[in-house]
Nanobody
Framework: QVQVVESGGGLVQPGGSLNLSCAVS????????MAWYRQIPGKHREWVAG???????VYSDSAKGRFTISRDGARNTVSLQMNNLNPEDTAVYYC??????WGQGTQVTVSS
């Protein structure tokens, strides 16, 4: 069964950076569509970035130019490098393989 474990979240000041990691088991990240989402409590879950074989990446308008999604086939992980963070980026971030269930997510808080 496919499982994902997100990590790397935390508290950062506006303008700061975080690198989120998603450890994946049960499926190869190199052979499936992977994506990052985020959700504010009470709000709709928002798609942030995606990566699909052979390595094509796509981003939401809010993420473009600031975030970078990548994968490491050897470690079977997917990362999201987030730069120039602002308070609107505060949310729980989730990674997900297409067609699988959600994990627990990792909290990102951007505040001074």
């Amino acid at each position: 069964q496919v499982q994902v474990v997100e990590s790397g979240g935390g508290l950062v000041q506006p303008g700061g950076s975080l690198n989120l990691s998603c450890a994946v088991s049960g499926i190869s990240v190199s052979g499936v569509d992977m994506a990052w989402y985020r959700q504010i409590p009470g709000k709709h879950r928002e798609w942030v970035a995606g990566i699909r074989p052979p390595g094509t990446t796509v981003y939401s308008d809010s993420a473009k130019g600031r975030f970078t999604i990548s994968r490491d086939g050897a470690r079977n992980t997917v990362s999201l490098q987030m730069n120039n963070l602002n308070p609107e980026d505060t949310a729980v971030y989730y990674c997900r393989a297409r067609g699988t269930e959600w994990g627990q997510g990792t909290q990102v808080t951007v505040s001074s």
